[in-house]
C-alpha cells in the first residue's frame, strides 16, 4: 500500500494528478479494496455507486468468470475496486469461490468490505467471519437495512461491531443512503493500525489450532498467510491449504494433530472434524445475533412473504411466468423495430451514398463499405434488440424475480441436467449467444455449467430474427407472428433435448444440491440498471462485434480474389466473376453436404458465413 507518498503520474498511478485532484490536492496514495458477500446482497449497486459505472470488464486468468474492476477517487487516495464473485464461503468448492479466497488471500489488498444482508444476515456473517479469518482488514456493510425495519428485525449495530471489532455501517443502497458512512469507514480503516483478533472461538478445538500454527512458525509461511486461518483451513480439509502446506514440506509435521483433532471430534461429537468446525462457526453466529438482534412484532404478514407465496409455488407461478417472458419478447424484439430499420438504412443508403461519393479508387471505397462498414452495420443493427433485452433482464433481476424464476424451474431443469440457473443464460441467449454463454459463471456445478454453454447457441439470438423473418414471410405470409414463435420454441427444445444427452452419455455423475438466496424484492434503481445494461452491452460490441467485422472484411477479401488474383469489387455483383473467387471455391467443397437438399455452392456460403 502506497500511503503517504506524493505520486505525480508516476507508473504506479495511472491517474497523473492533474486528471484526478485540483491543483491544491495532494495524491498521498492508490489503495486497492474487494468487494465481497453472498449473492443478491446488493454488491453490484454498491459498486456501481462507488465507481459511477465506470469499470473495465474482462475475465479472471484461466476462467470464464467475469472480472469488474472499477476506480473512485477518495479524499486523497486513488481506489481500486475489485467485484469478487458472489460467494458463500471461501472453500475452494466452485470457480467463483477459489477465485474470491486467492484475490483475498494471495493479492495485495488494502481492504476487504463485506455485503451483508441486514434482512437474512446469517449466510452473509458466516462469509464475513471466513474473511476475518485470513487475517483482512474489513469493514462491513448491513445492507437492506429498510427492509429489516418492515419485517421487525432491529440491530445494535454499535454492539455488533464491538464484538467483530470492524466497522459496520447501516446502508440502503439503492436508495444512495449509507455512502458517506462508508467512504469515511474506508479511510479511517487502511491508516490506523489494525489489530488481527479471533473474530469466534473454537471451543476445545482452540488447543488444536494452537498447536498447528506453533508448528507453523518454523516456517516461512507465516510471512504471506495468518497462521490461525491456515490452521483453521487444515482442519476444514481445505484441499487448496493441504496441497500449498504439503509443497512447503511442512504438511507431515501437523497431520498428527490433525487426525487428533478428528478423533476427538468423532469420539465427542460423533462428526469429523472438517463438518464439525462448519457447525460451531454457525453456532457462535447465532450466539452473536441473539446478543445484537431484536425483533419487533409487526401488524401483518409482509408483503413479500405472500408474494413470494405466489412466486414460487409451481402451481400459480408458471402462468405468471409465461406472459412475464412474453412480455421480454415484446419489448426486446417490437419496441426495437423502428430503431433497427433507422440503423439499416442509415448504413446501407445514407453512408454507403457518402462512402461511393468520396475521391478514392471505388475498390478502396468497396472494401471500406461492403467490408468494413457492412460488419460494423450488422452489428448495430440489432443494438437496440440486445440493449432492450439487457435492459428487461436487468429490470427483473433488482426486482428480484429472476431469482425466484431460478428456483421454480430447478425442479423442470434438473431432469435435464441443467440447474435452475441455467434460465438466465437461456433467456440471454434470445439476445445474444455471446453474454449467454458468459453468463453460465453464475452456475456453481461443473456439469450444468458446461451443458448450459454447450446449448446456449440453440437458443434463437437476434441475429436468427432476419431469417426467420423471412422465412415466414415467403411460406406463411398470414401466419408469420405463430412461425416466428414455434422457430423460437424449437430451439428450447432441441437445447432440453441435447441437455439431456449430455447429461447422460457425456457429463455423468451426482450434481451439486441447487442452493440459492432469495433477494429481497426491490424497485429497481434506473441509473444501477442503466449501469449493469451497459457492461453488458460494451461486452457484447467488444466481443462480437470484433469478430463480426472481422468475418466481414475476410468475407470481402475472399469474394474479391481467386486463385487467379485480384478480381475486382465487381466480382461482388457479377455472379459468374464470383464463381471465380476463394469464397466460391470453399463453398464447392462443403457443396455435397447441402446438395442433397437441393442446394448449390451458394447456400453452402451462406451457412458458412
Not at 67 to 81: E, H, P, Q
Not at 447 to 458: D, G, N, V
Amino acid at each position: 500500500m502506497n500511503i503517504h507518498r506524493l505520486i505525480h503520474g508516476s507508473k504506479d498511478c495511472p491517474y497523473s494528478a492533474s486528471k484526478v485532484t485540483s491543483d491544491s490536492l495532494i495524491i498521498r496514495g492508490k489503495l486497492k479494496i474487494a468487494l465481497a458477500g453472498i449473492p443478491n446482497t446488493g454488491k453490484s449497486v454498491v459498486f456501481n455507486k462507488l465507481t459511477g459505472g465506470r469499470a473495465w470488464v474482462g475475465n479472471w486468468p484461466g476462467t470464464t468468470v467475469e472480472k469488474k474492476v472499477g476506480r473512485f477517487r477518495l479524499d486523497s487516495y486513488v481506489i481500486s475496486v475489485i467485484d469478487l464473485p458472489g460467494t458463500y464461503t471461501l472453500s475452494p468448492d466452485s470457480i467463483d469461490q477459489k477465485i474470491a479466497k486467492d484475490v483475498i488471500t494471495e493479492e495485495d489488498i488494502d481492504l476487504v468490505v463485506v455485503l451483508l444482508n441486514a434482512s437474512n444476515i446469517e449466510r452473509s456473517l458466516y462469509l464475513l467471519i471466513s474473511i476475518l479469518e485470513t487475517g483482512a482488514k474489513v469493514v462491513g456493510i448491513l445492507n437492506f437495512m429498510d427492509i429489516a425495519d418492515k419485517i421487525g428485525i432491529k440491530y445494535d449495530i454499535d454492539k455488533l461491531s464491538d464484538i467483530l471489532k470492524i466497522p459496520i455501517v447501516p446502508m440502503v443502497a439503492v436508495k444512495n443512503k449509507g455512502f458517506d458512512i462508508l467512504k469515511k469507514r474506508i479511510v479511517e480503516s487502511v491508516e490506523n493500525e489494525w489489530i488481527n483478533t479471533k473474530p469466534i472461538n473454537y471451543n476445545e478445538f482452540e488447543e488444536y489450532i494452537d498447536r498447528i500454527v506453533e508448528r507453523l512458525k518454523e516456517s516461512d509461511i507465516s510471512k504471506r498467510y495468518s497462521l490461525r486461518w491456515i490452521a483453521i483451513k487444515l482442519l476444514e480439509n481445505d484441499r487448496d491449504v493441504i496441497e500449498f502446506i504439503s509443497r512447503q514440506g511442512v504438511y507431515d509435521e501437523v497431520r498428527s494433530i490433525i487426525l487428533e483433532a478428528d478423533k476427538y471430534a468423532l469420539e465427542r461429537y460423533s462428526k469429523h472434524i472438517d463438518a464439525l468446525i462448519p457447525i460451531i462457526r454457525y453456532q457462535k453466529i447465532n450466539a452473536i445475533l441473539d446478543q445484537v438482534i431484536h425483533k419487533v412484532a409487526v401488524a401483518k404478514k409482509p408483503f413479500s412473504d405472500a408474494l413470494d407465496d405466489i412466486l414460487t409455488c409451481y402451481r400459480y407461478a408458471i402462468f405468471i411466468l409465461i406472459p412475464v417472458l412474453y412480455m421480454l419478447y415484446l419489448f426486446s424484439f417490437e419496441a426495437a423495430v423502428f430503431l433497427s430499420d433507422l440503423i439499416d438504412v442509415i448504413f446501407s443508403v445514407f453512408l454507403s451514398n457518402i462512402i461511393y461519393s468520396l475521391p478514392f479508387q471505388v475498390d478502396i471505397l468497396s472494401f471500406i463499405n461492403e467490408g468494413i462498414l457492412a460488419g460494423v452495420g450488422s452489428v448495430l443493427v440489432f443494438l437496440p434488440n440486445i440493449a432492450l433485452l439487457f435492459i428487461g433482464i436487468s429490470v427483473l433481476e433488482d426486482v428480484g424475480y429472476l431469482s425466484r424464476v431460478a428456483y421454480l424451474l430447478d425442479r423442470i431443469l434438473s431432469k435435464v441436467g441443467l440447474s435452475g440457473k441455467s434460465i438466465i443464460p437461456m433467456i440471454l441467449g434470445f439476445g445474444c449467444n455471446v453474454p449467454a454463454v458468459m453468463a453460465t459463471r453464475v452456475i456453481e456445478d461443473d456439469k450444468a455449467r458446461l451443458i448450459t454453454a454447450m446449448i446456449s447457441p440453440f437458443m434463437s439470438c437476434s441475429a436468427r430474427l432476419p431469417v426467420y423473418i423471412l422465412f415466414a414471410g415467403i411460406f406463411f405470409p398470414m401466419h408469420m407472428g405463430l412461425v416466428i414463435l414455434i422457430l423460437y420454441l424449437t430451439g428450447v427444445v432441441v437445447a432440453i433435448l441435447y441437455s439431456y444427452l449430455f447429461r447422460r452419455l457425456v457429463f455423468r455423475g451426482p450434481s451439486l444440491p441447487f442452493v440459492i438466496e432469495l433477494p429481497p424484492y426491490l424497485i429497481p434503481d434506473v441509473k444501477n440498471v442503466l449501469l449493469k445494461s451497459w457492461v453488458r452491452i460494451k461486452e457484447f460490441v467488444y466481443r462480437a462485434g470484433t469478430i463480426i467485422v472481422l468475418a466481414s472484411i475476410v468475407i470481402w477479401l475472399l469474394s474479391v480474389f481467386g486463385p487467379i488474383g485480384y478480381l475486382g469489387y465487381t466480382s461482388l455483383e457479377e455472379p459468374k466473376l464470383l464463381e471465380e473467387s476463394w469464397i466460391a471455391y470453399l463453398g464447392k467443397v462443403f457443396e455435397p453436404l447441402v446438395k442433397p437438399l437441393g442446394w448449390d455452392w451458394r447456400a453452402a456460403v451462406a451457412l458458412l458465413t
